[in-house]
């Protein structure tokens, strides 16, 4: 069980909280303009990292916000959390 | 290769015991193959022993950086079944149960097949619909399915709660009779005693840190025992297909999650087929020792640390104890995790890739070892031939670009 420190919360257990799958991937600004690699790239591919990986999370049991987290997928160990529309602190890769 | 049979056994009977001989080499790996394959879990096993025995390729390398079989290979619950709803699944995984009907034989290896049949359970109407339309589609695909009443479930297990005021009541189930289980660690040390036995190398604790390219085209990989070359790689690396993918510069459409397990303590037998269940969400078999082995949910994060949260096994316990109030005393051994590679549209990748003389087996999720027999086999053809198979050839790299996506989310009677 991680457990996972809400910026508004504090520490909270996993189970209140849901994984919205890798961070700062963002939406084409000219949607009309990709070809079918780019939306291929935009809707499908990740990076999936065996190490330090940016993630949003969203504590949907409490305050109900989303945030981003560094999380080392190789040991679960949390970096380091931040709000959303942040770019992650430097060196946290 | 020494045949094992009757005799061979009376004969190290005599001998003590003494007298088998490795089943496998452990040689130190050549400067050079015709094919270098990176992972030597069932897929990568069962893709040399292919490629030697269907394609006459035996100059063949499986790199393994730990040991054979001690991912996801030896942490499944070893369930076989082929009753998926799409044409294309259902084709590659049937192709699968039909080798591993004839495995046993072939390698000369007892796998421990047995057929005793797979239940995916009903608890609602829209369960029931969902359940026959894939039971259709099944009959229509020539795997064999049915579909059984409550009353036939209960005479088949015994022991599952029937009760009118059961909070998720069972209102019937698919059964496939040629489902069942098989023994996984026998079907690694299967494959790689035949595969060494036509000459592949083995080679364990020898990691993989780079693919070698040249202009496009790969030349070899770098490992933590030496440069090795070779004019075709291919990558069976399950949960870490991601990491490998990404030293030829590929990205993939993978998710890694843990995904759990776990047996309980011995009992005497008392369930004879395989129980699944997606909307209470449990899985339940007996092994041959008696043990329950049971299959939890995936994590919900991605994540490589091969164990899961206890959240996840406490939901997969209440499940179990709702379908079987009489396993609530039971004690649990032993849980564990492995991680499982999960494509968008819960369908595998079989394919070549951008990178010419790079084939790349992955993206099975949970749906692993059902299919080894069957990956290797389609995945030997595509190496040898460089060119897919008809039954791997929808399930290549290019549909995420072209749209045609094999959606068996919640379609292939997966448990999750």
Request: aromatic fraction near 8%; include cysteine.
């Amino acid at each position: 069980m991680l457990l996972i420190p809400c910026p508004w919360c504090g520490e909270r257990e996993e189970a209140e909280f849901h994984n919205g799958g890798e961070a700062h991937i963002e939406r084409p600004k000219n949607p009309d303009k990709l070809n079918d690699e780019e939306w291929a790239d935009y809707l499908f591919m990740t990076s999936n990292t065996k190490g330090v990986y940016l993630e949003r999370w969203v504590h949907d049991h409490g305050c109900r916000r989303w945030f981003n987290v560094a999380r080392n997928t190789a040991t679960n160990a949390i970096i380091t959390v931040y709000k959303m529309g942040q770019k992650p602190p430097k060196g946290v890769r | 290769m020494k045949k094992y049979s009757i005799f061979s056994l009376a004969r190290n009977a005599l001998g003590f015991h003494q007298g088998w001989e490795q089943a496998w080499r452990s040689p130190d790996p050549k400067p050079a193959y015709d094919v270098i394959i990176i992972g030597g879990g069932g897929h990568g096993l069962a893709t040399a022993h292919y490629l030697a025995k269907e394609h006459g390729i035996t100059n063949v390398a499986v790199i393994e950086k730990g040991w054979l079989g001690g991912g996801n290979t030896g942490r499944n619950t070893t369930i076989i079944r082929s009753n998926y709803l799409w044409d294309e699944s259902a084709a590659i995984y049937e192709k699968s149960l039909k080798l591993y009907e004839g495995l046993s034989q072939e390698l000369n290896y007892n796998i421990m097949l047995s057929q005793r049949g797979v239940l995916n359970l009903a608890h609602n109407l829209h369960d029931v619909r969902e359940l026959q339309r894939r039971i259709n589609a099944n009959k229509l695909n020539g795997v064999d399915s049915e579909f059984l009443t409550p009353a036939q479930i209960k005479e088949m297990v015994p022991i599952i709660n029937m009760e009118p005021n059961a909070r998720f009541p069972i209102l019937g189930a698919s059964l496939q009779r040629r489902g069942g289980v098989a023994r996984h660690d026998a079907i690694a040390w299967g494959l790689a005693r035949s595969a060494d036995s036509r000459g592949v190398d083995i080679i364990q604790q020898c990691e993989v840190t780079g693919i070698l390219r040249d202009g496009g085209k790969v030349t070899g990989v770098e490992t933590t025992r030496g440069t090795i070359k070779a004019p075709k790689v291919a990558i069976v690396t399950a949960g870490h297909c991601s990491v490998v993918a990404d030293m030829a510069g590929i990205r993939l459409p993978v998710s890694s999650f843990p995904l759990q397990a776990m047996v309980s303590e011995p009992v005497k037998p008392i369930i004879n087929c395989v129980v699944m269940s997606n909307a209470v969400h449990v899985y339940v078999s007996q092994s041959d020792k008696g043990e329950l082995v049971l299959g939890a949910g995936v994590d919900g994060y991605t994540g490589y640390t091969q164990r899961g949260s206890l959240h996840v096994v406490e939901h997969q316990l209440a499940s179990l104890c709702e379908l079987f109030p009489l396993f609530s005393r039971l004690r649990i051994m032993r849980m564990w995790g492995g991680i499982v590679d999960t494509c968008p549209d819960a369908s595998p990748i079989v394919s070549k890739t951008p990178v010419e003389g790079l084939y790349i087996n992955c993206g099975w999720g949970t749906g692993g070892f059902k299919s080894t027999p069957g990956s290797g086999w389609v995945f030997a053809h595509t190496i040898a031939r460089d060119e897919a198979h008809p039954l791997n050839a929808p399930f290549n790299l290019d549909r995420f670009t072209s749209g045609a996506l094999i959606d068996e989310h919640g379609a292939a009677a997966v448990a999750h």
